[in-house]
Nanobody, 126 residues
Framework: QVQLVESGGGVVQAGGSLRLSCAAS????????MGWFRQAPGKEREFVAM????????YNTDSVKGRFTLSRDNAKNTMYLQMNSLKPEDTAVYYC???????????????????WGQGTQVTASS
């Protein structure tokens, strides 16, 4: 089993920045593929970014490229999402997701992740 705990959400003005963290426990963190999804009210859960355990390859959805940066610190069992130039349309609950390395074939497919956190609210006000 893997437990995921998100933190770092909050309310910022449009153009501001936040850094989300996802702390993992219960399994060797360095062998997990990990990602972020978000869900706005009335909308489906949407892929944001993902980082592979092997090689650190990252994937981002087009709407966040150039603004969001994904990284991981295996020594701290933590993944980070640095979000800059936030827009009102980034407002959502952000969820951390993970599964064993190599299990996730399609990074943008939420059904391919076994483990999920409880979510953290991000609000960018205009």
């Amino acid at each position: 089993q893997v437990q995921l705990v998100e933190s770092g959400g909050g309310v910022v003005q449009a153009g501001g920045s936040l850094r989300l963290s996802c702390a993992a426990s219960g399994r060797t963190f360095s062998q997990l593929d990990m990602g972020w999804f978000r869900q706005a009210p009335g909308k489906e859960r949407e892929f944001v970014a993902m980082i592979r355990w092997r090689g650190g390859t990252t994937y981002n959805t087009d709407s966040v490229k150039g603004r969001f940066t994904l990284s991981r610190d295996n020594a701290k069992n933590t993944m980070y999402l640095q979000m800059n130039s936030l827009k009102p349309e980034d407002t959502a609950v952000y969820y951390c997701a993970a599964d064993r390395g190599g299990v996730v074939r399609t990074p943008a497919a939420p059904d391919e992740y076994r483990y999920w956190g409880q979510g953290t609210q991000v609000t960018a006000s205009s």
